[in-house]
């Protein structure tokens, strides 16, 4: 089926060999799936408290289930249920959780391996009803992707080209109503072949990205209205995995055929470099590590059962320690809670599915300058707006983008001793939406604003 991740096609889970957690993911939890050898397909760390979770039997991959399995206190117990009445008729393709009661799946019929639905729970799981219309993705081209929320509000949900375009629908209204994004604001498909993956992608703050089986990846920087597309060269058979630590740094996993390749951007996915791939990086799946410039990444096929991380824009990796564990998913909700997902047994307490992040903090932006409010204003604004700037010990750069990824605007900000103020004339820009980065060496912080 075409929608089988690559890296989770050679993952079957055996419990056979010895298996040693790494001393920094010691804490063993148990996700609470009821069936031996549940594997985690989808892993959504909200914050320190809440997790969502999709499982499916590691005895037999193709037999994927619609079970999840959600924790509200870190992850020392899990309730679980299932998103549909039965396991034949949908296969869950992601999951996105807004809090510790509200999440989205997103699924695909199982018979046809085509179409799909969005549906949404806001009672924790207890009952779960279709938050979509009967119009998306029910053409036979169609296939569910994905669910991406960048706010309470405001998120998409995509699925592969329709009538030539990308099936992007997009809600401001918590999913109440969802409206196509036109056409003309999503780049074409490169071929009559080219398709996304189920759960390939990522957001930071307004920024999404979605990579595609031709080694694509379309990027929104205003919540999903608006895409660009860079192409990660050498990555031919797909993108299969993206992480970014701000609007401009990120990695992405992809093939060529069958070799894995790992690759970088510092422009928000325009562009990308082709990385060594090092023993100790984990090929199954990477995350990036809130509040810091780190990535973490997990590995699963056999001669990969690692956990990694890399503090250089992954150029090198350090495993964390361990062996025998086929890790399959890995998700940080901030700098010091993150989890990984790995195979279940029922009949054995040790090997519950789930280890907790219990090292020590790699390295922190400052916290201060990253959830800094950089008040700004007037929004809307007629060109003229202020901000509020934050006491730094460093230069701050900031720069503004257009809704094509194209900067409008650079400017830098001394070193200041106490908060001050910086005022700025855009007149001469176009009415839109706008994103503003404020850099502060490796720190970043992104805000929006509106020009009318």
């Not at 398709?195 to 694509?216: C, E, L, M, P, Q």
């Not at 901000?387 to 650079?410: A, C, H, M, Q, W």
């Amino acid at each position: 089926m075409k929608k089988q991740l690559l890296c989770l096609s050679l993952v079957v889970s055996s419990f056979a060999i010895a298996q040693t957690p790494s001393p920094d993911w010691s804490i063993n939890q148990s996700t609470n799936f009821p069936y031996v050898s549940a594997g985690t397909r989808c892993l959504d760390a909200v914050n320190s408290n809440v997790l969502w979770i999709i499982g499916y039997d590691g005895f037999a991959a193709s037999r994927n289930y619609n079970s999840f399995s959600r924790s509200i206190n870190g992850g020392t117990s899990f309730n679980v249920g299932k998103v549909f009445p039965d396991t034949n008729t949908y296969v869950v393709s992601s999951i996105e959780g807004i809090d510790a009661n509200t999440a989205w799946v997103t699924a695909y019929l199982k018979s046809s391996g085509s179409k799909g639905v969005i549906y949404k729970t806001n009672n924790g799981g207890t009952t779960w009803t279709n938050g979509g219309n009967s119009t998306m993705f029910s053409n036979a081209t169609s296939f569910a992707n994905l669910t991406c929320f960048t706010s309470t509000n405001t998120g998409i949900t995509m699925g592969d080209p329709k009538g030539g375009e990308f099936e992007i629908y997009r809600t401001t209204d918590a999913g109440a109503t969802w409206s196509v994004v036109p056409g003309a604001n999503i780049p074409n498909p490169s071929s009559t072949t080219e398709y996304g993956f189920a759960d390939v992608y990522t957001k930071f703050g307004s920024h999404i990205w979605f990579g595609t089986s031709t080694g694509r990846v379309f990027h929104s920087l205003d919540d999903g209205l608006n895409w660009t597309v860079g192409t990660v060269t050498g990555a031919t058979a797909g993108v299969t995995a993206l992480a970014f630590t701000d609007a401009n740094n990120g990695l992405a996993y992809g093939y060529a055929g069958t070799v894995f390749g790992l690759y970088s951007t510092n422009n928000g996915g325009n562009t990308w470099t082709a990385l060594p791939v090092p023993i100790e990086l984990g090929m199954n799946d990477i995350c990036a590590i809130p509040g810091t410039n780190n990535y973490a990444s997990c590995g699963a096929a056999t001669g990969n059962t690692v956990l990694s991380y890399s503090a250089d824009h992954g150029l090198t990796w350090i495993d964390w320690g361990s062996f025998g564990i086929q890790y399959l998913k890995i998700d940080f909700a901030n700098l010091n809670s993150g989890w990984v997902g790995t195979f279940s047994d029922p009949t054995t307490s040790s090997i519950g599915g789930l280890y907790k992040y219990n090292g020590t903090i790699l390295s922190t932006n400052n916290f201060d300058f990253d959830n800094y409010k950089f008040n700004i204003y007037p929004s809307p604004s007629n060109g003229q707006i202020t901000i509020d700037l934050p006491i730094s010990t460093n230069k701050i750069t900031i720069e503004i983008i257009d809704v094509l990824g194209k900067s409008v605007y650079s400017d830098t900000a001394n070193e200041q001793v106490a908060n001050s103020k910086k005022q700025i004339n855009l007149d001469f820009l176009p009415k839109g939406v706008y994103t503003i980065t404020f850099k502060n060496r490796n720190e970043v912080s992104v805000k929006k604003i509106i020009l009318q």
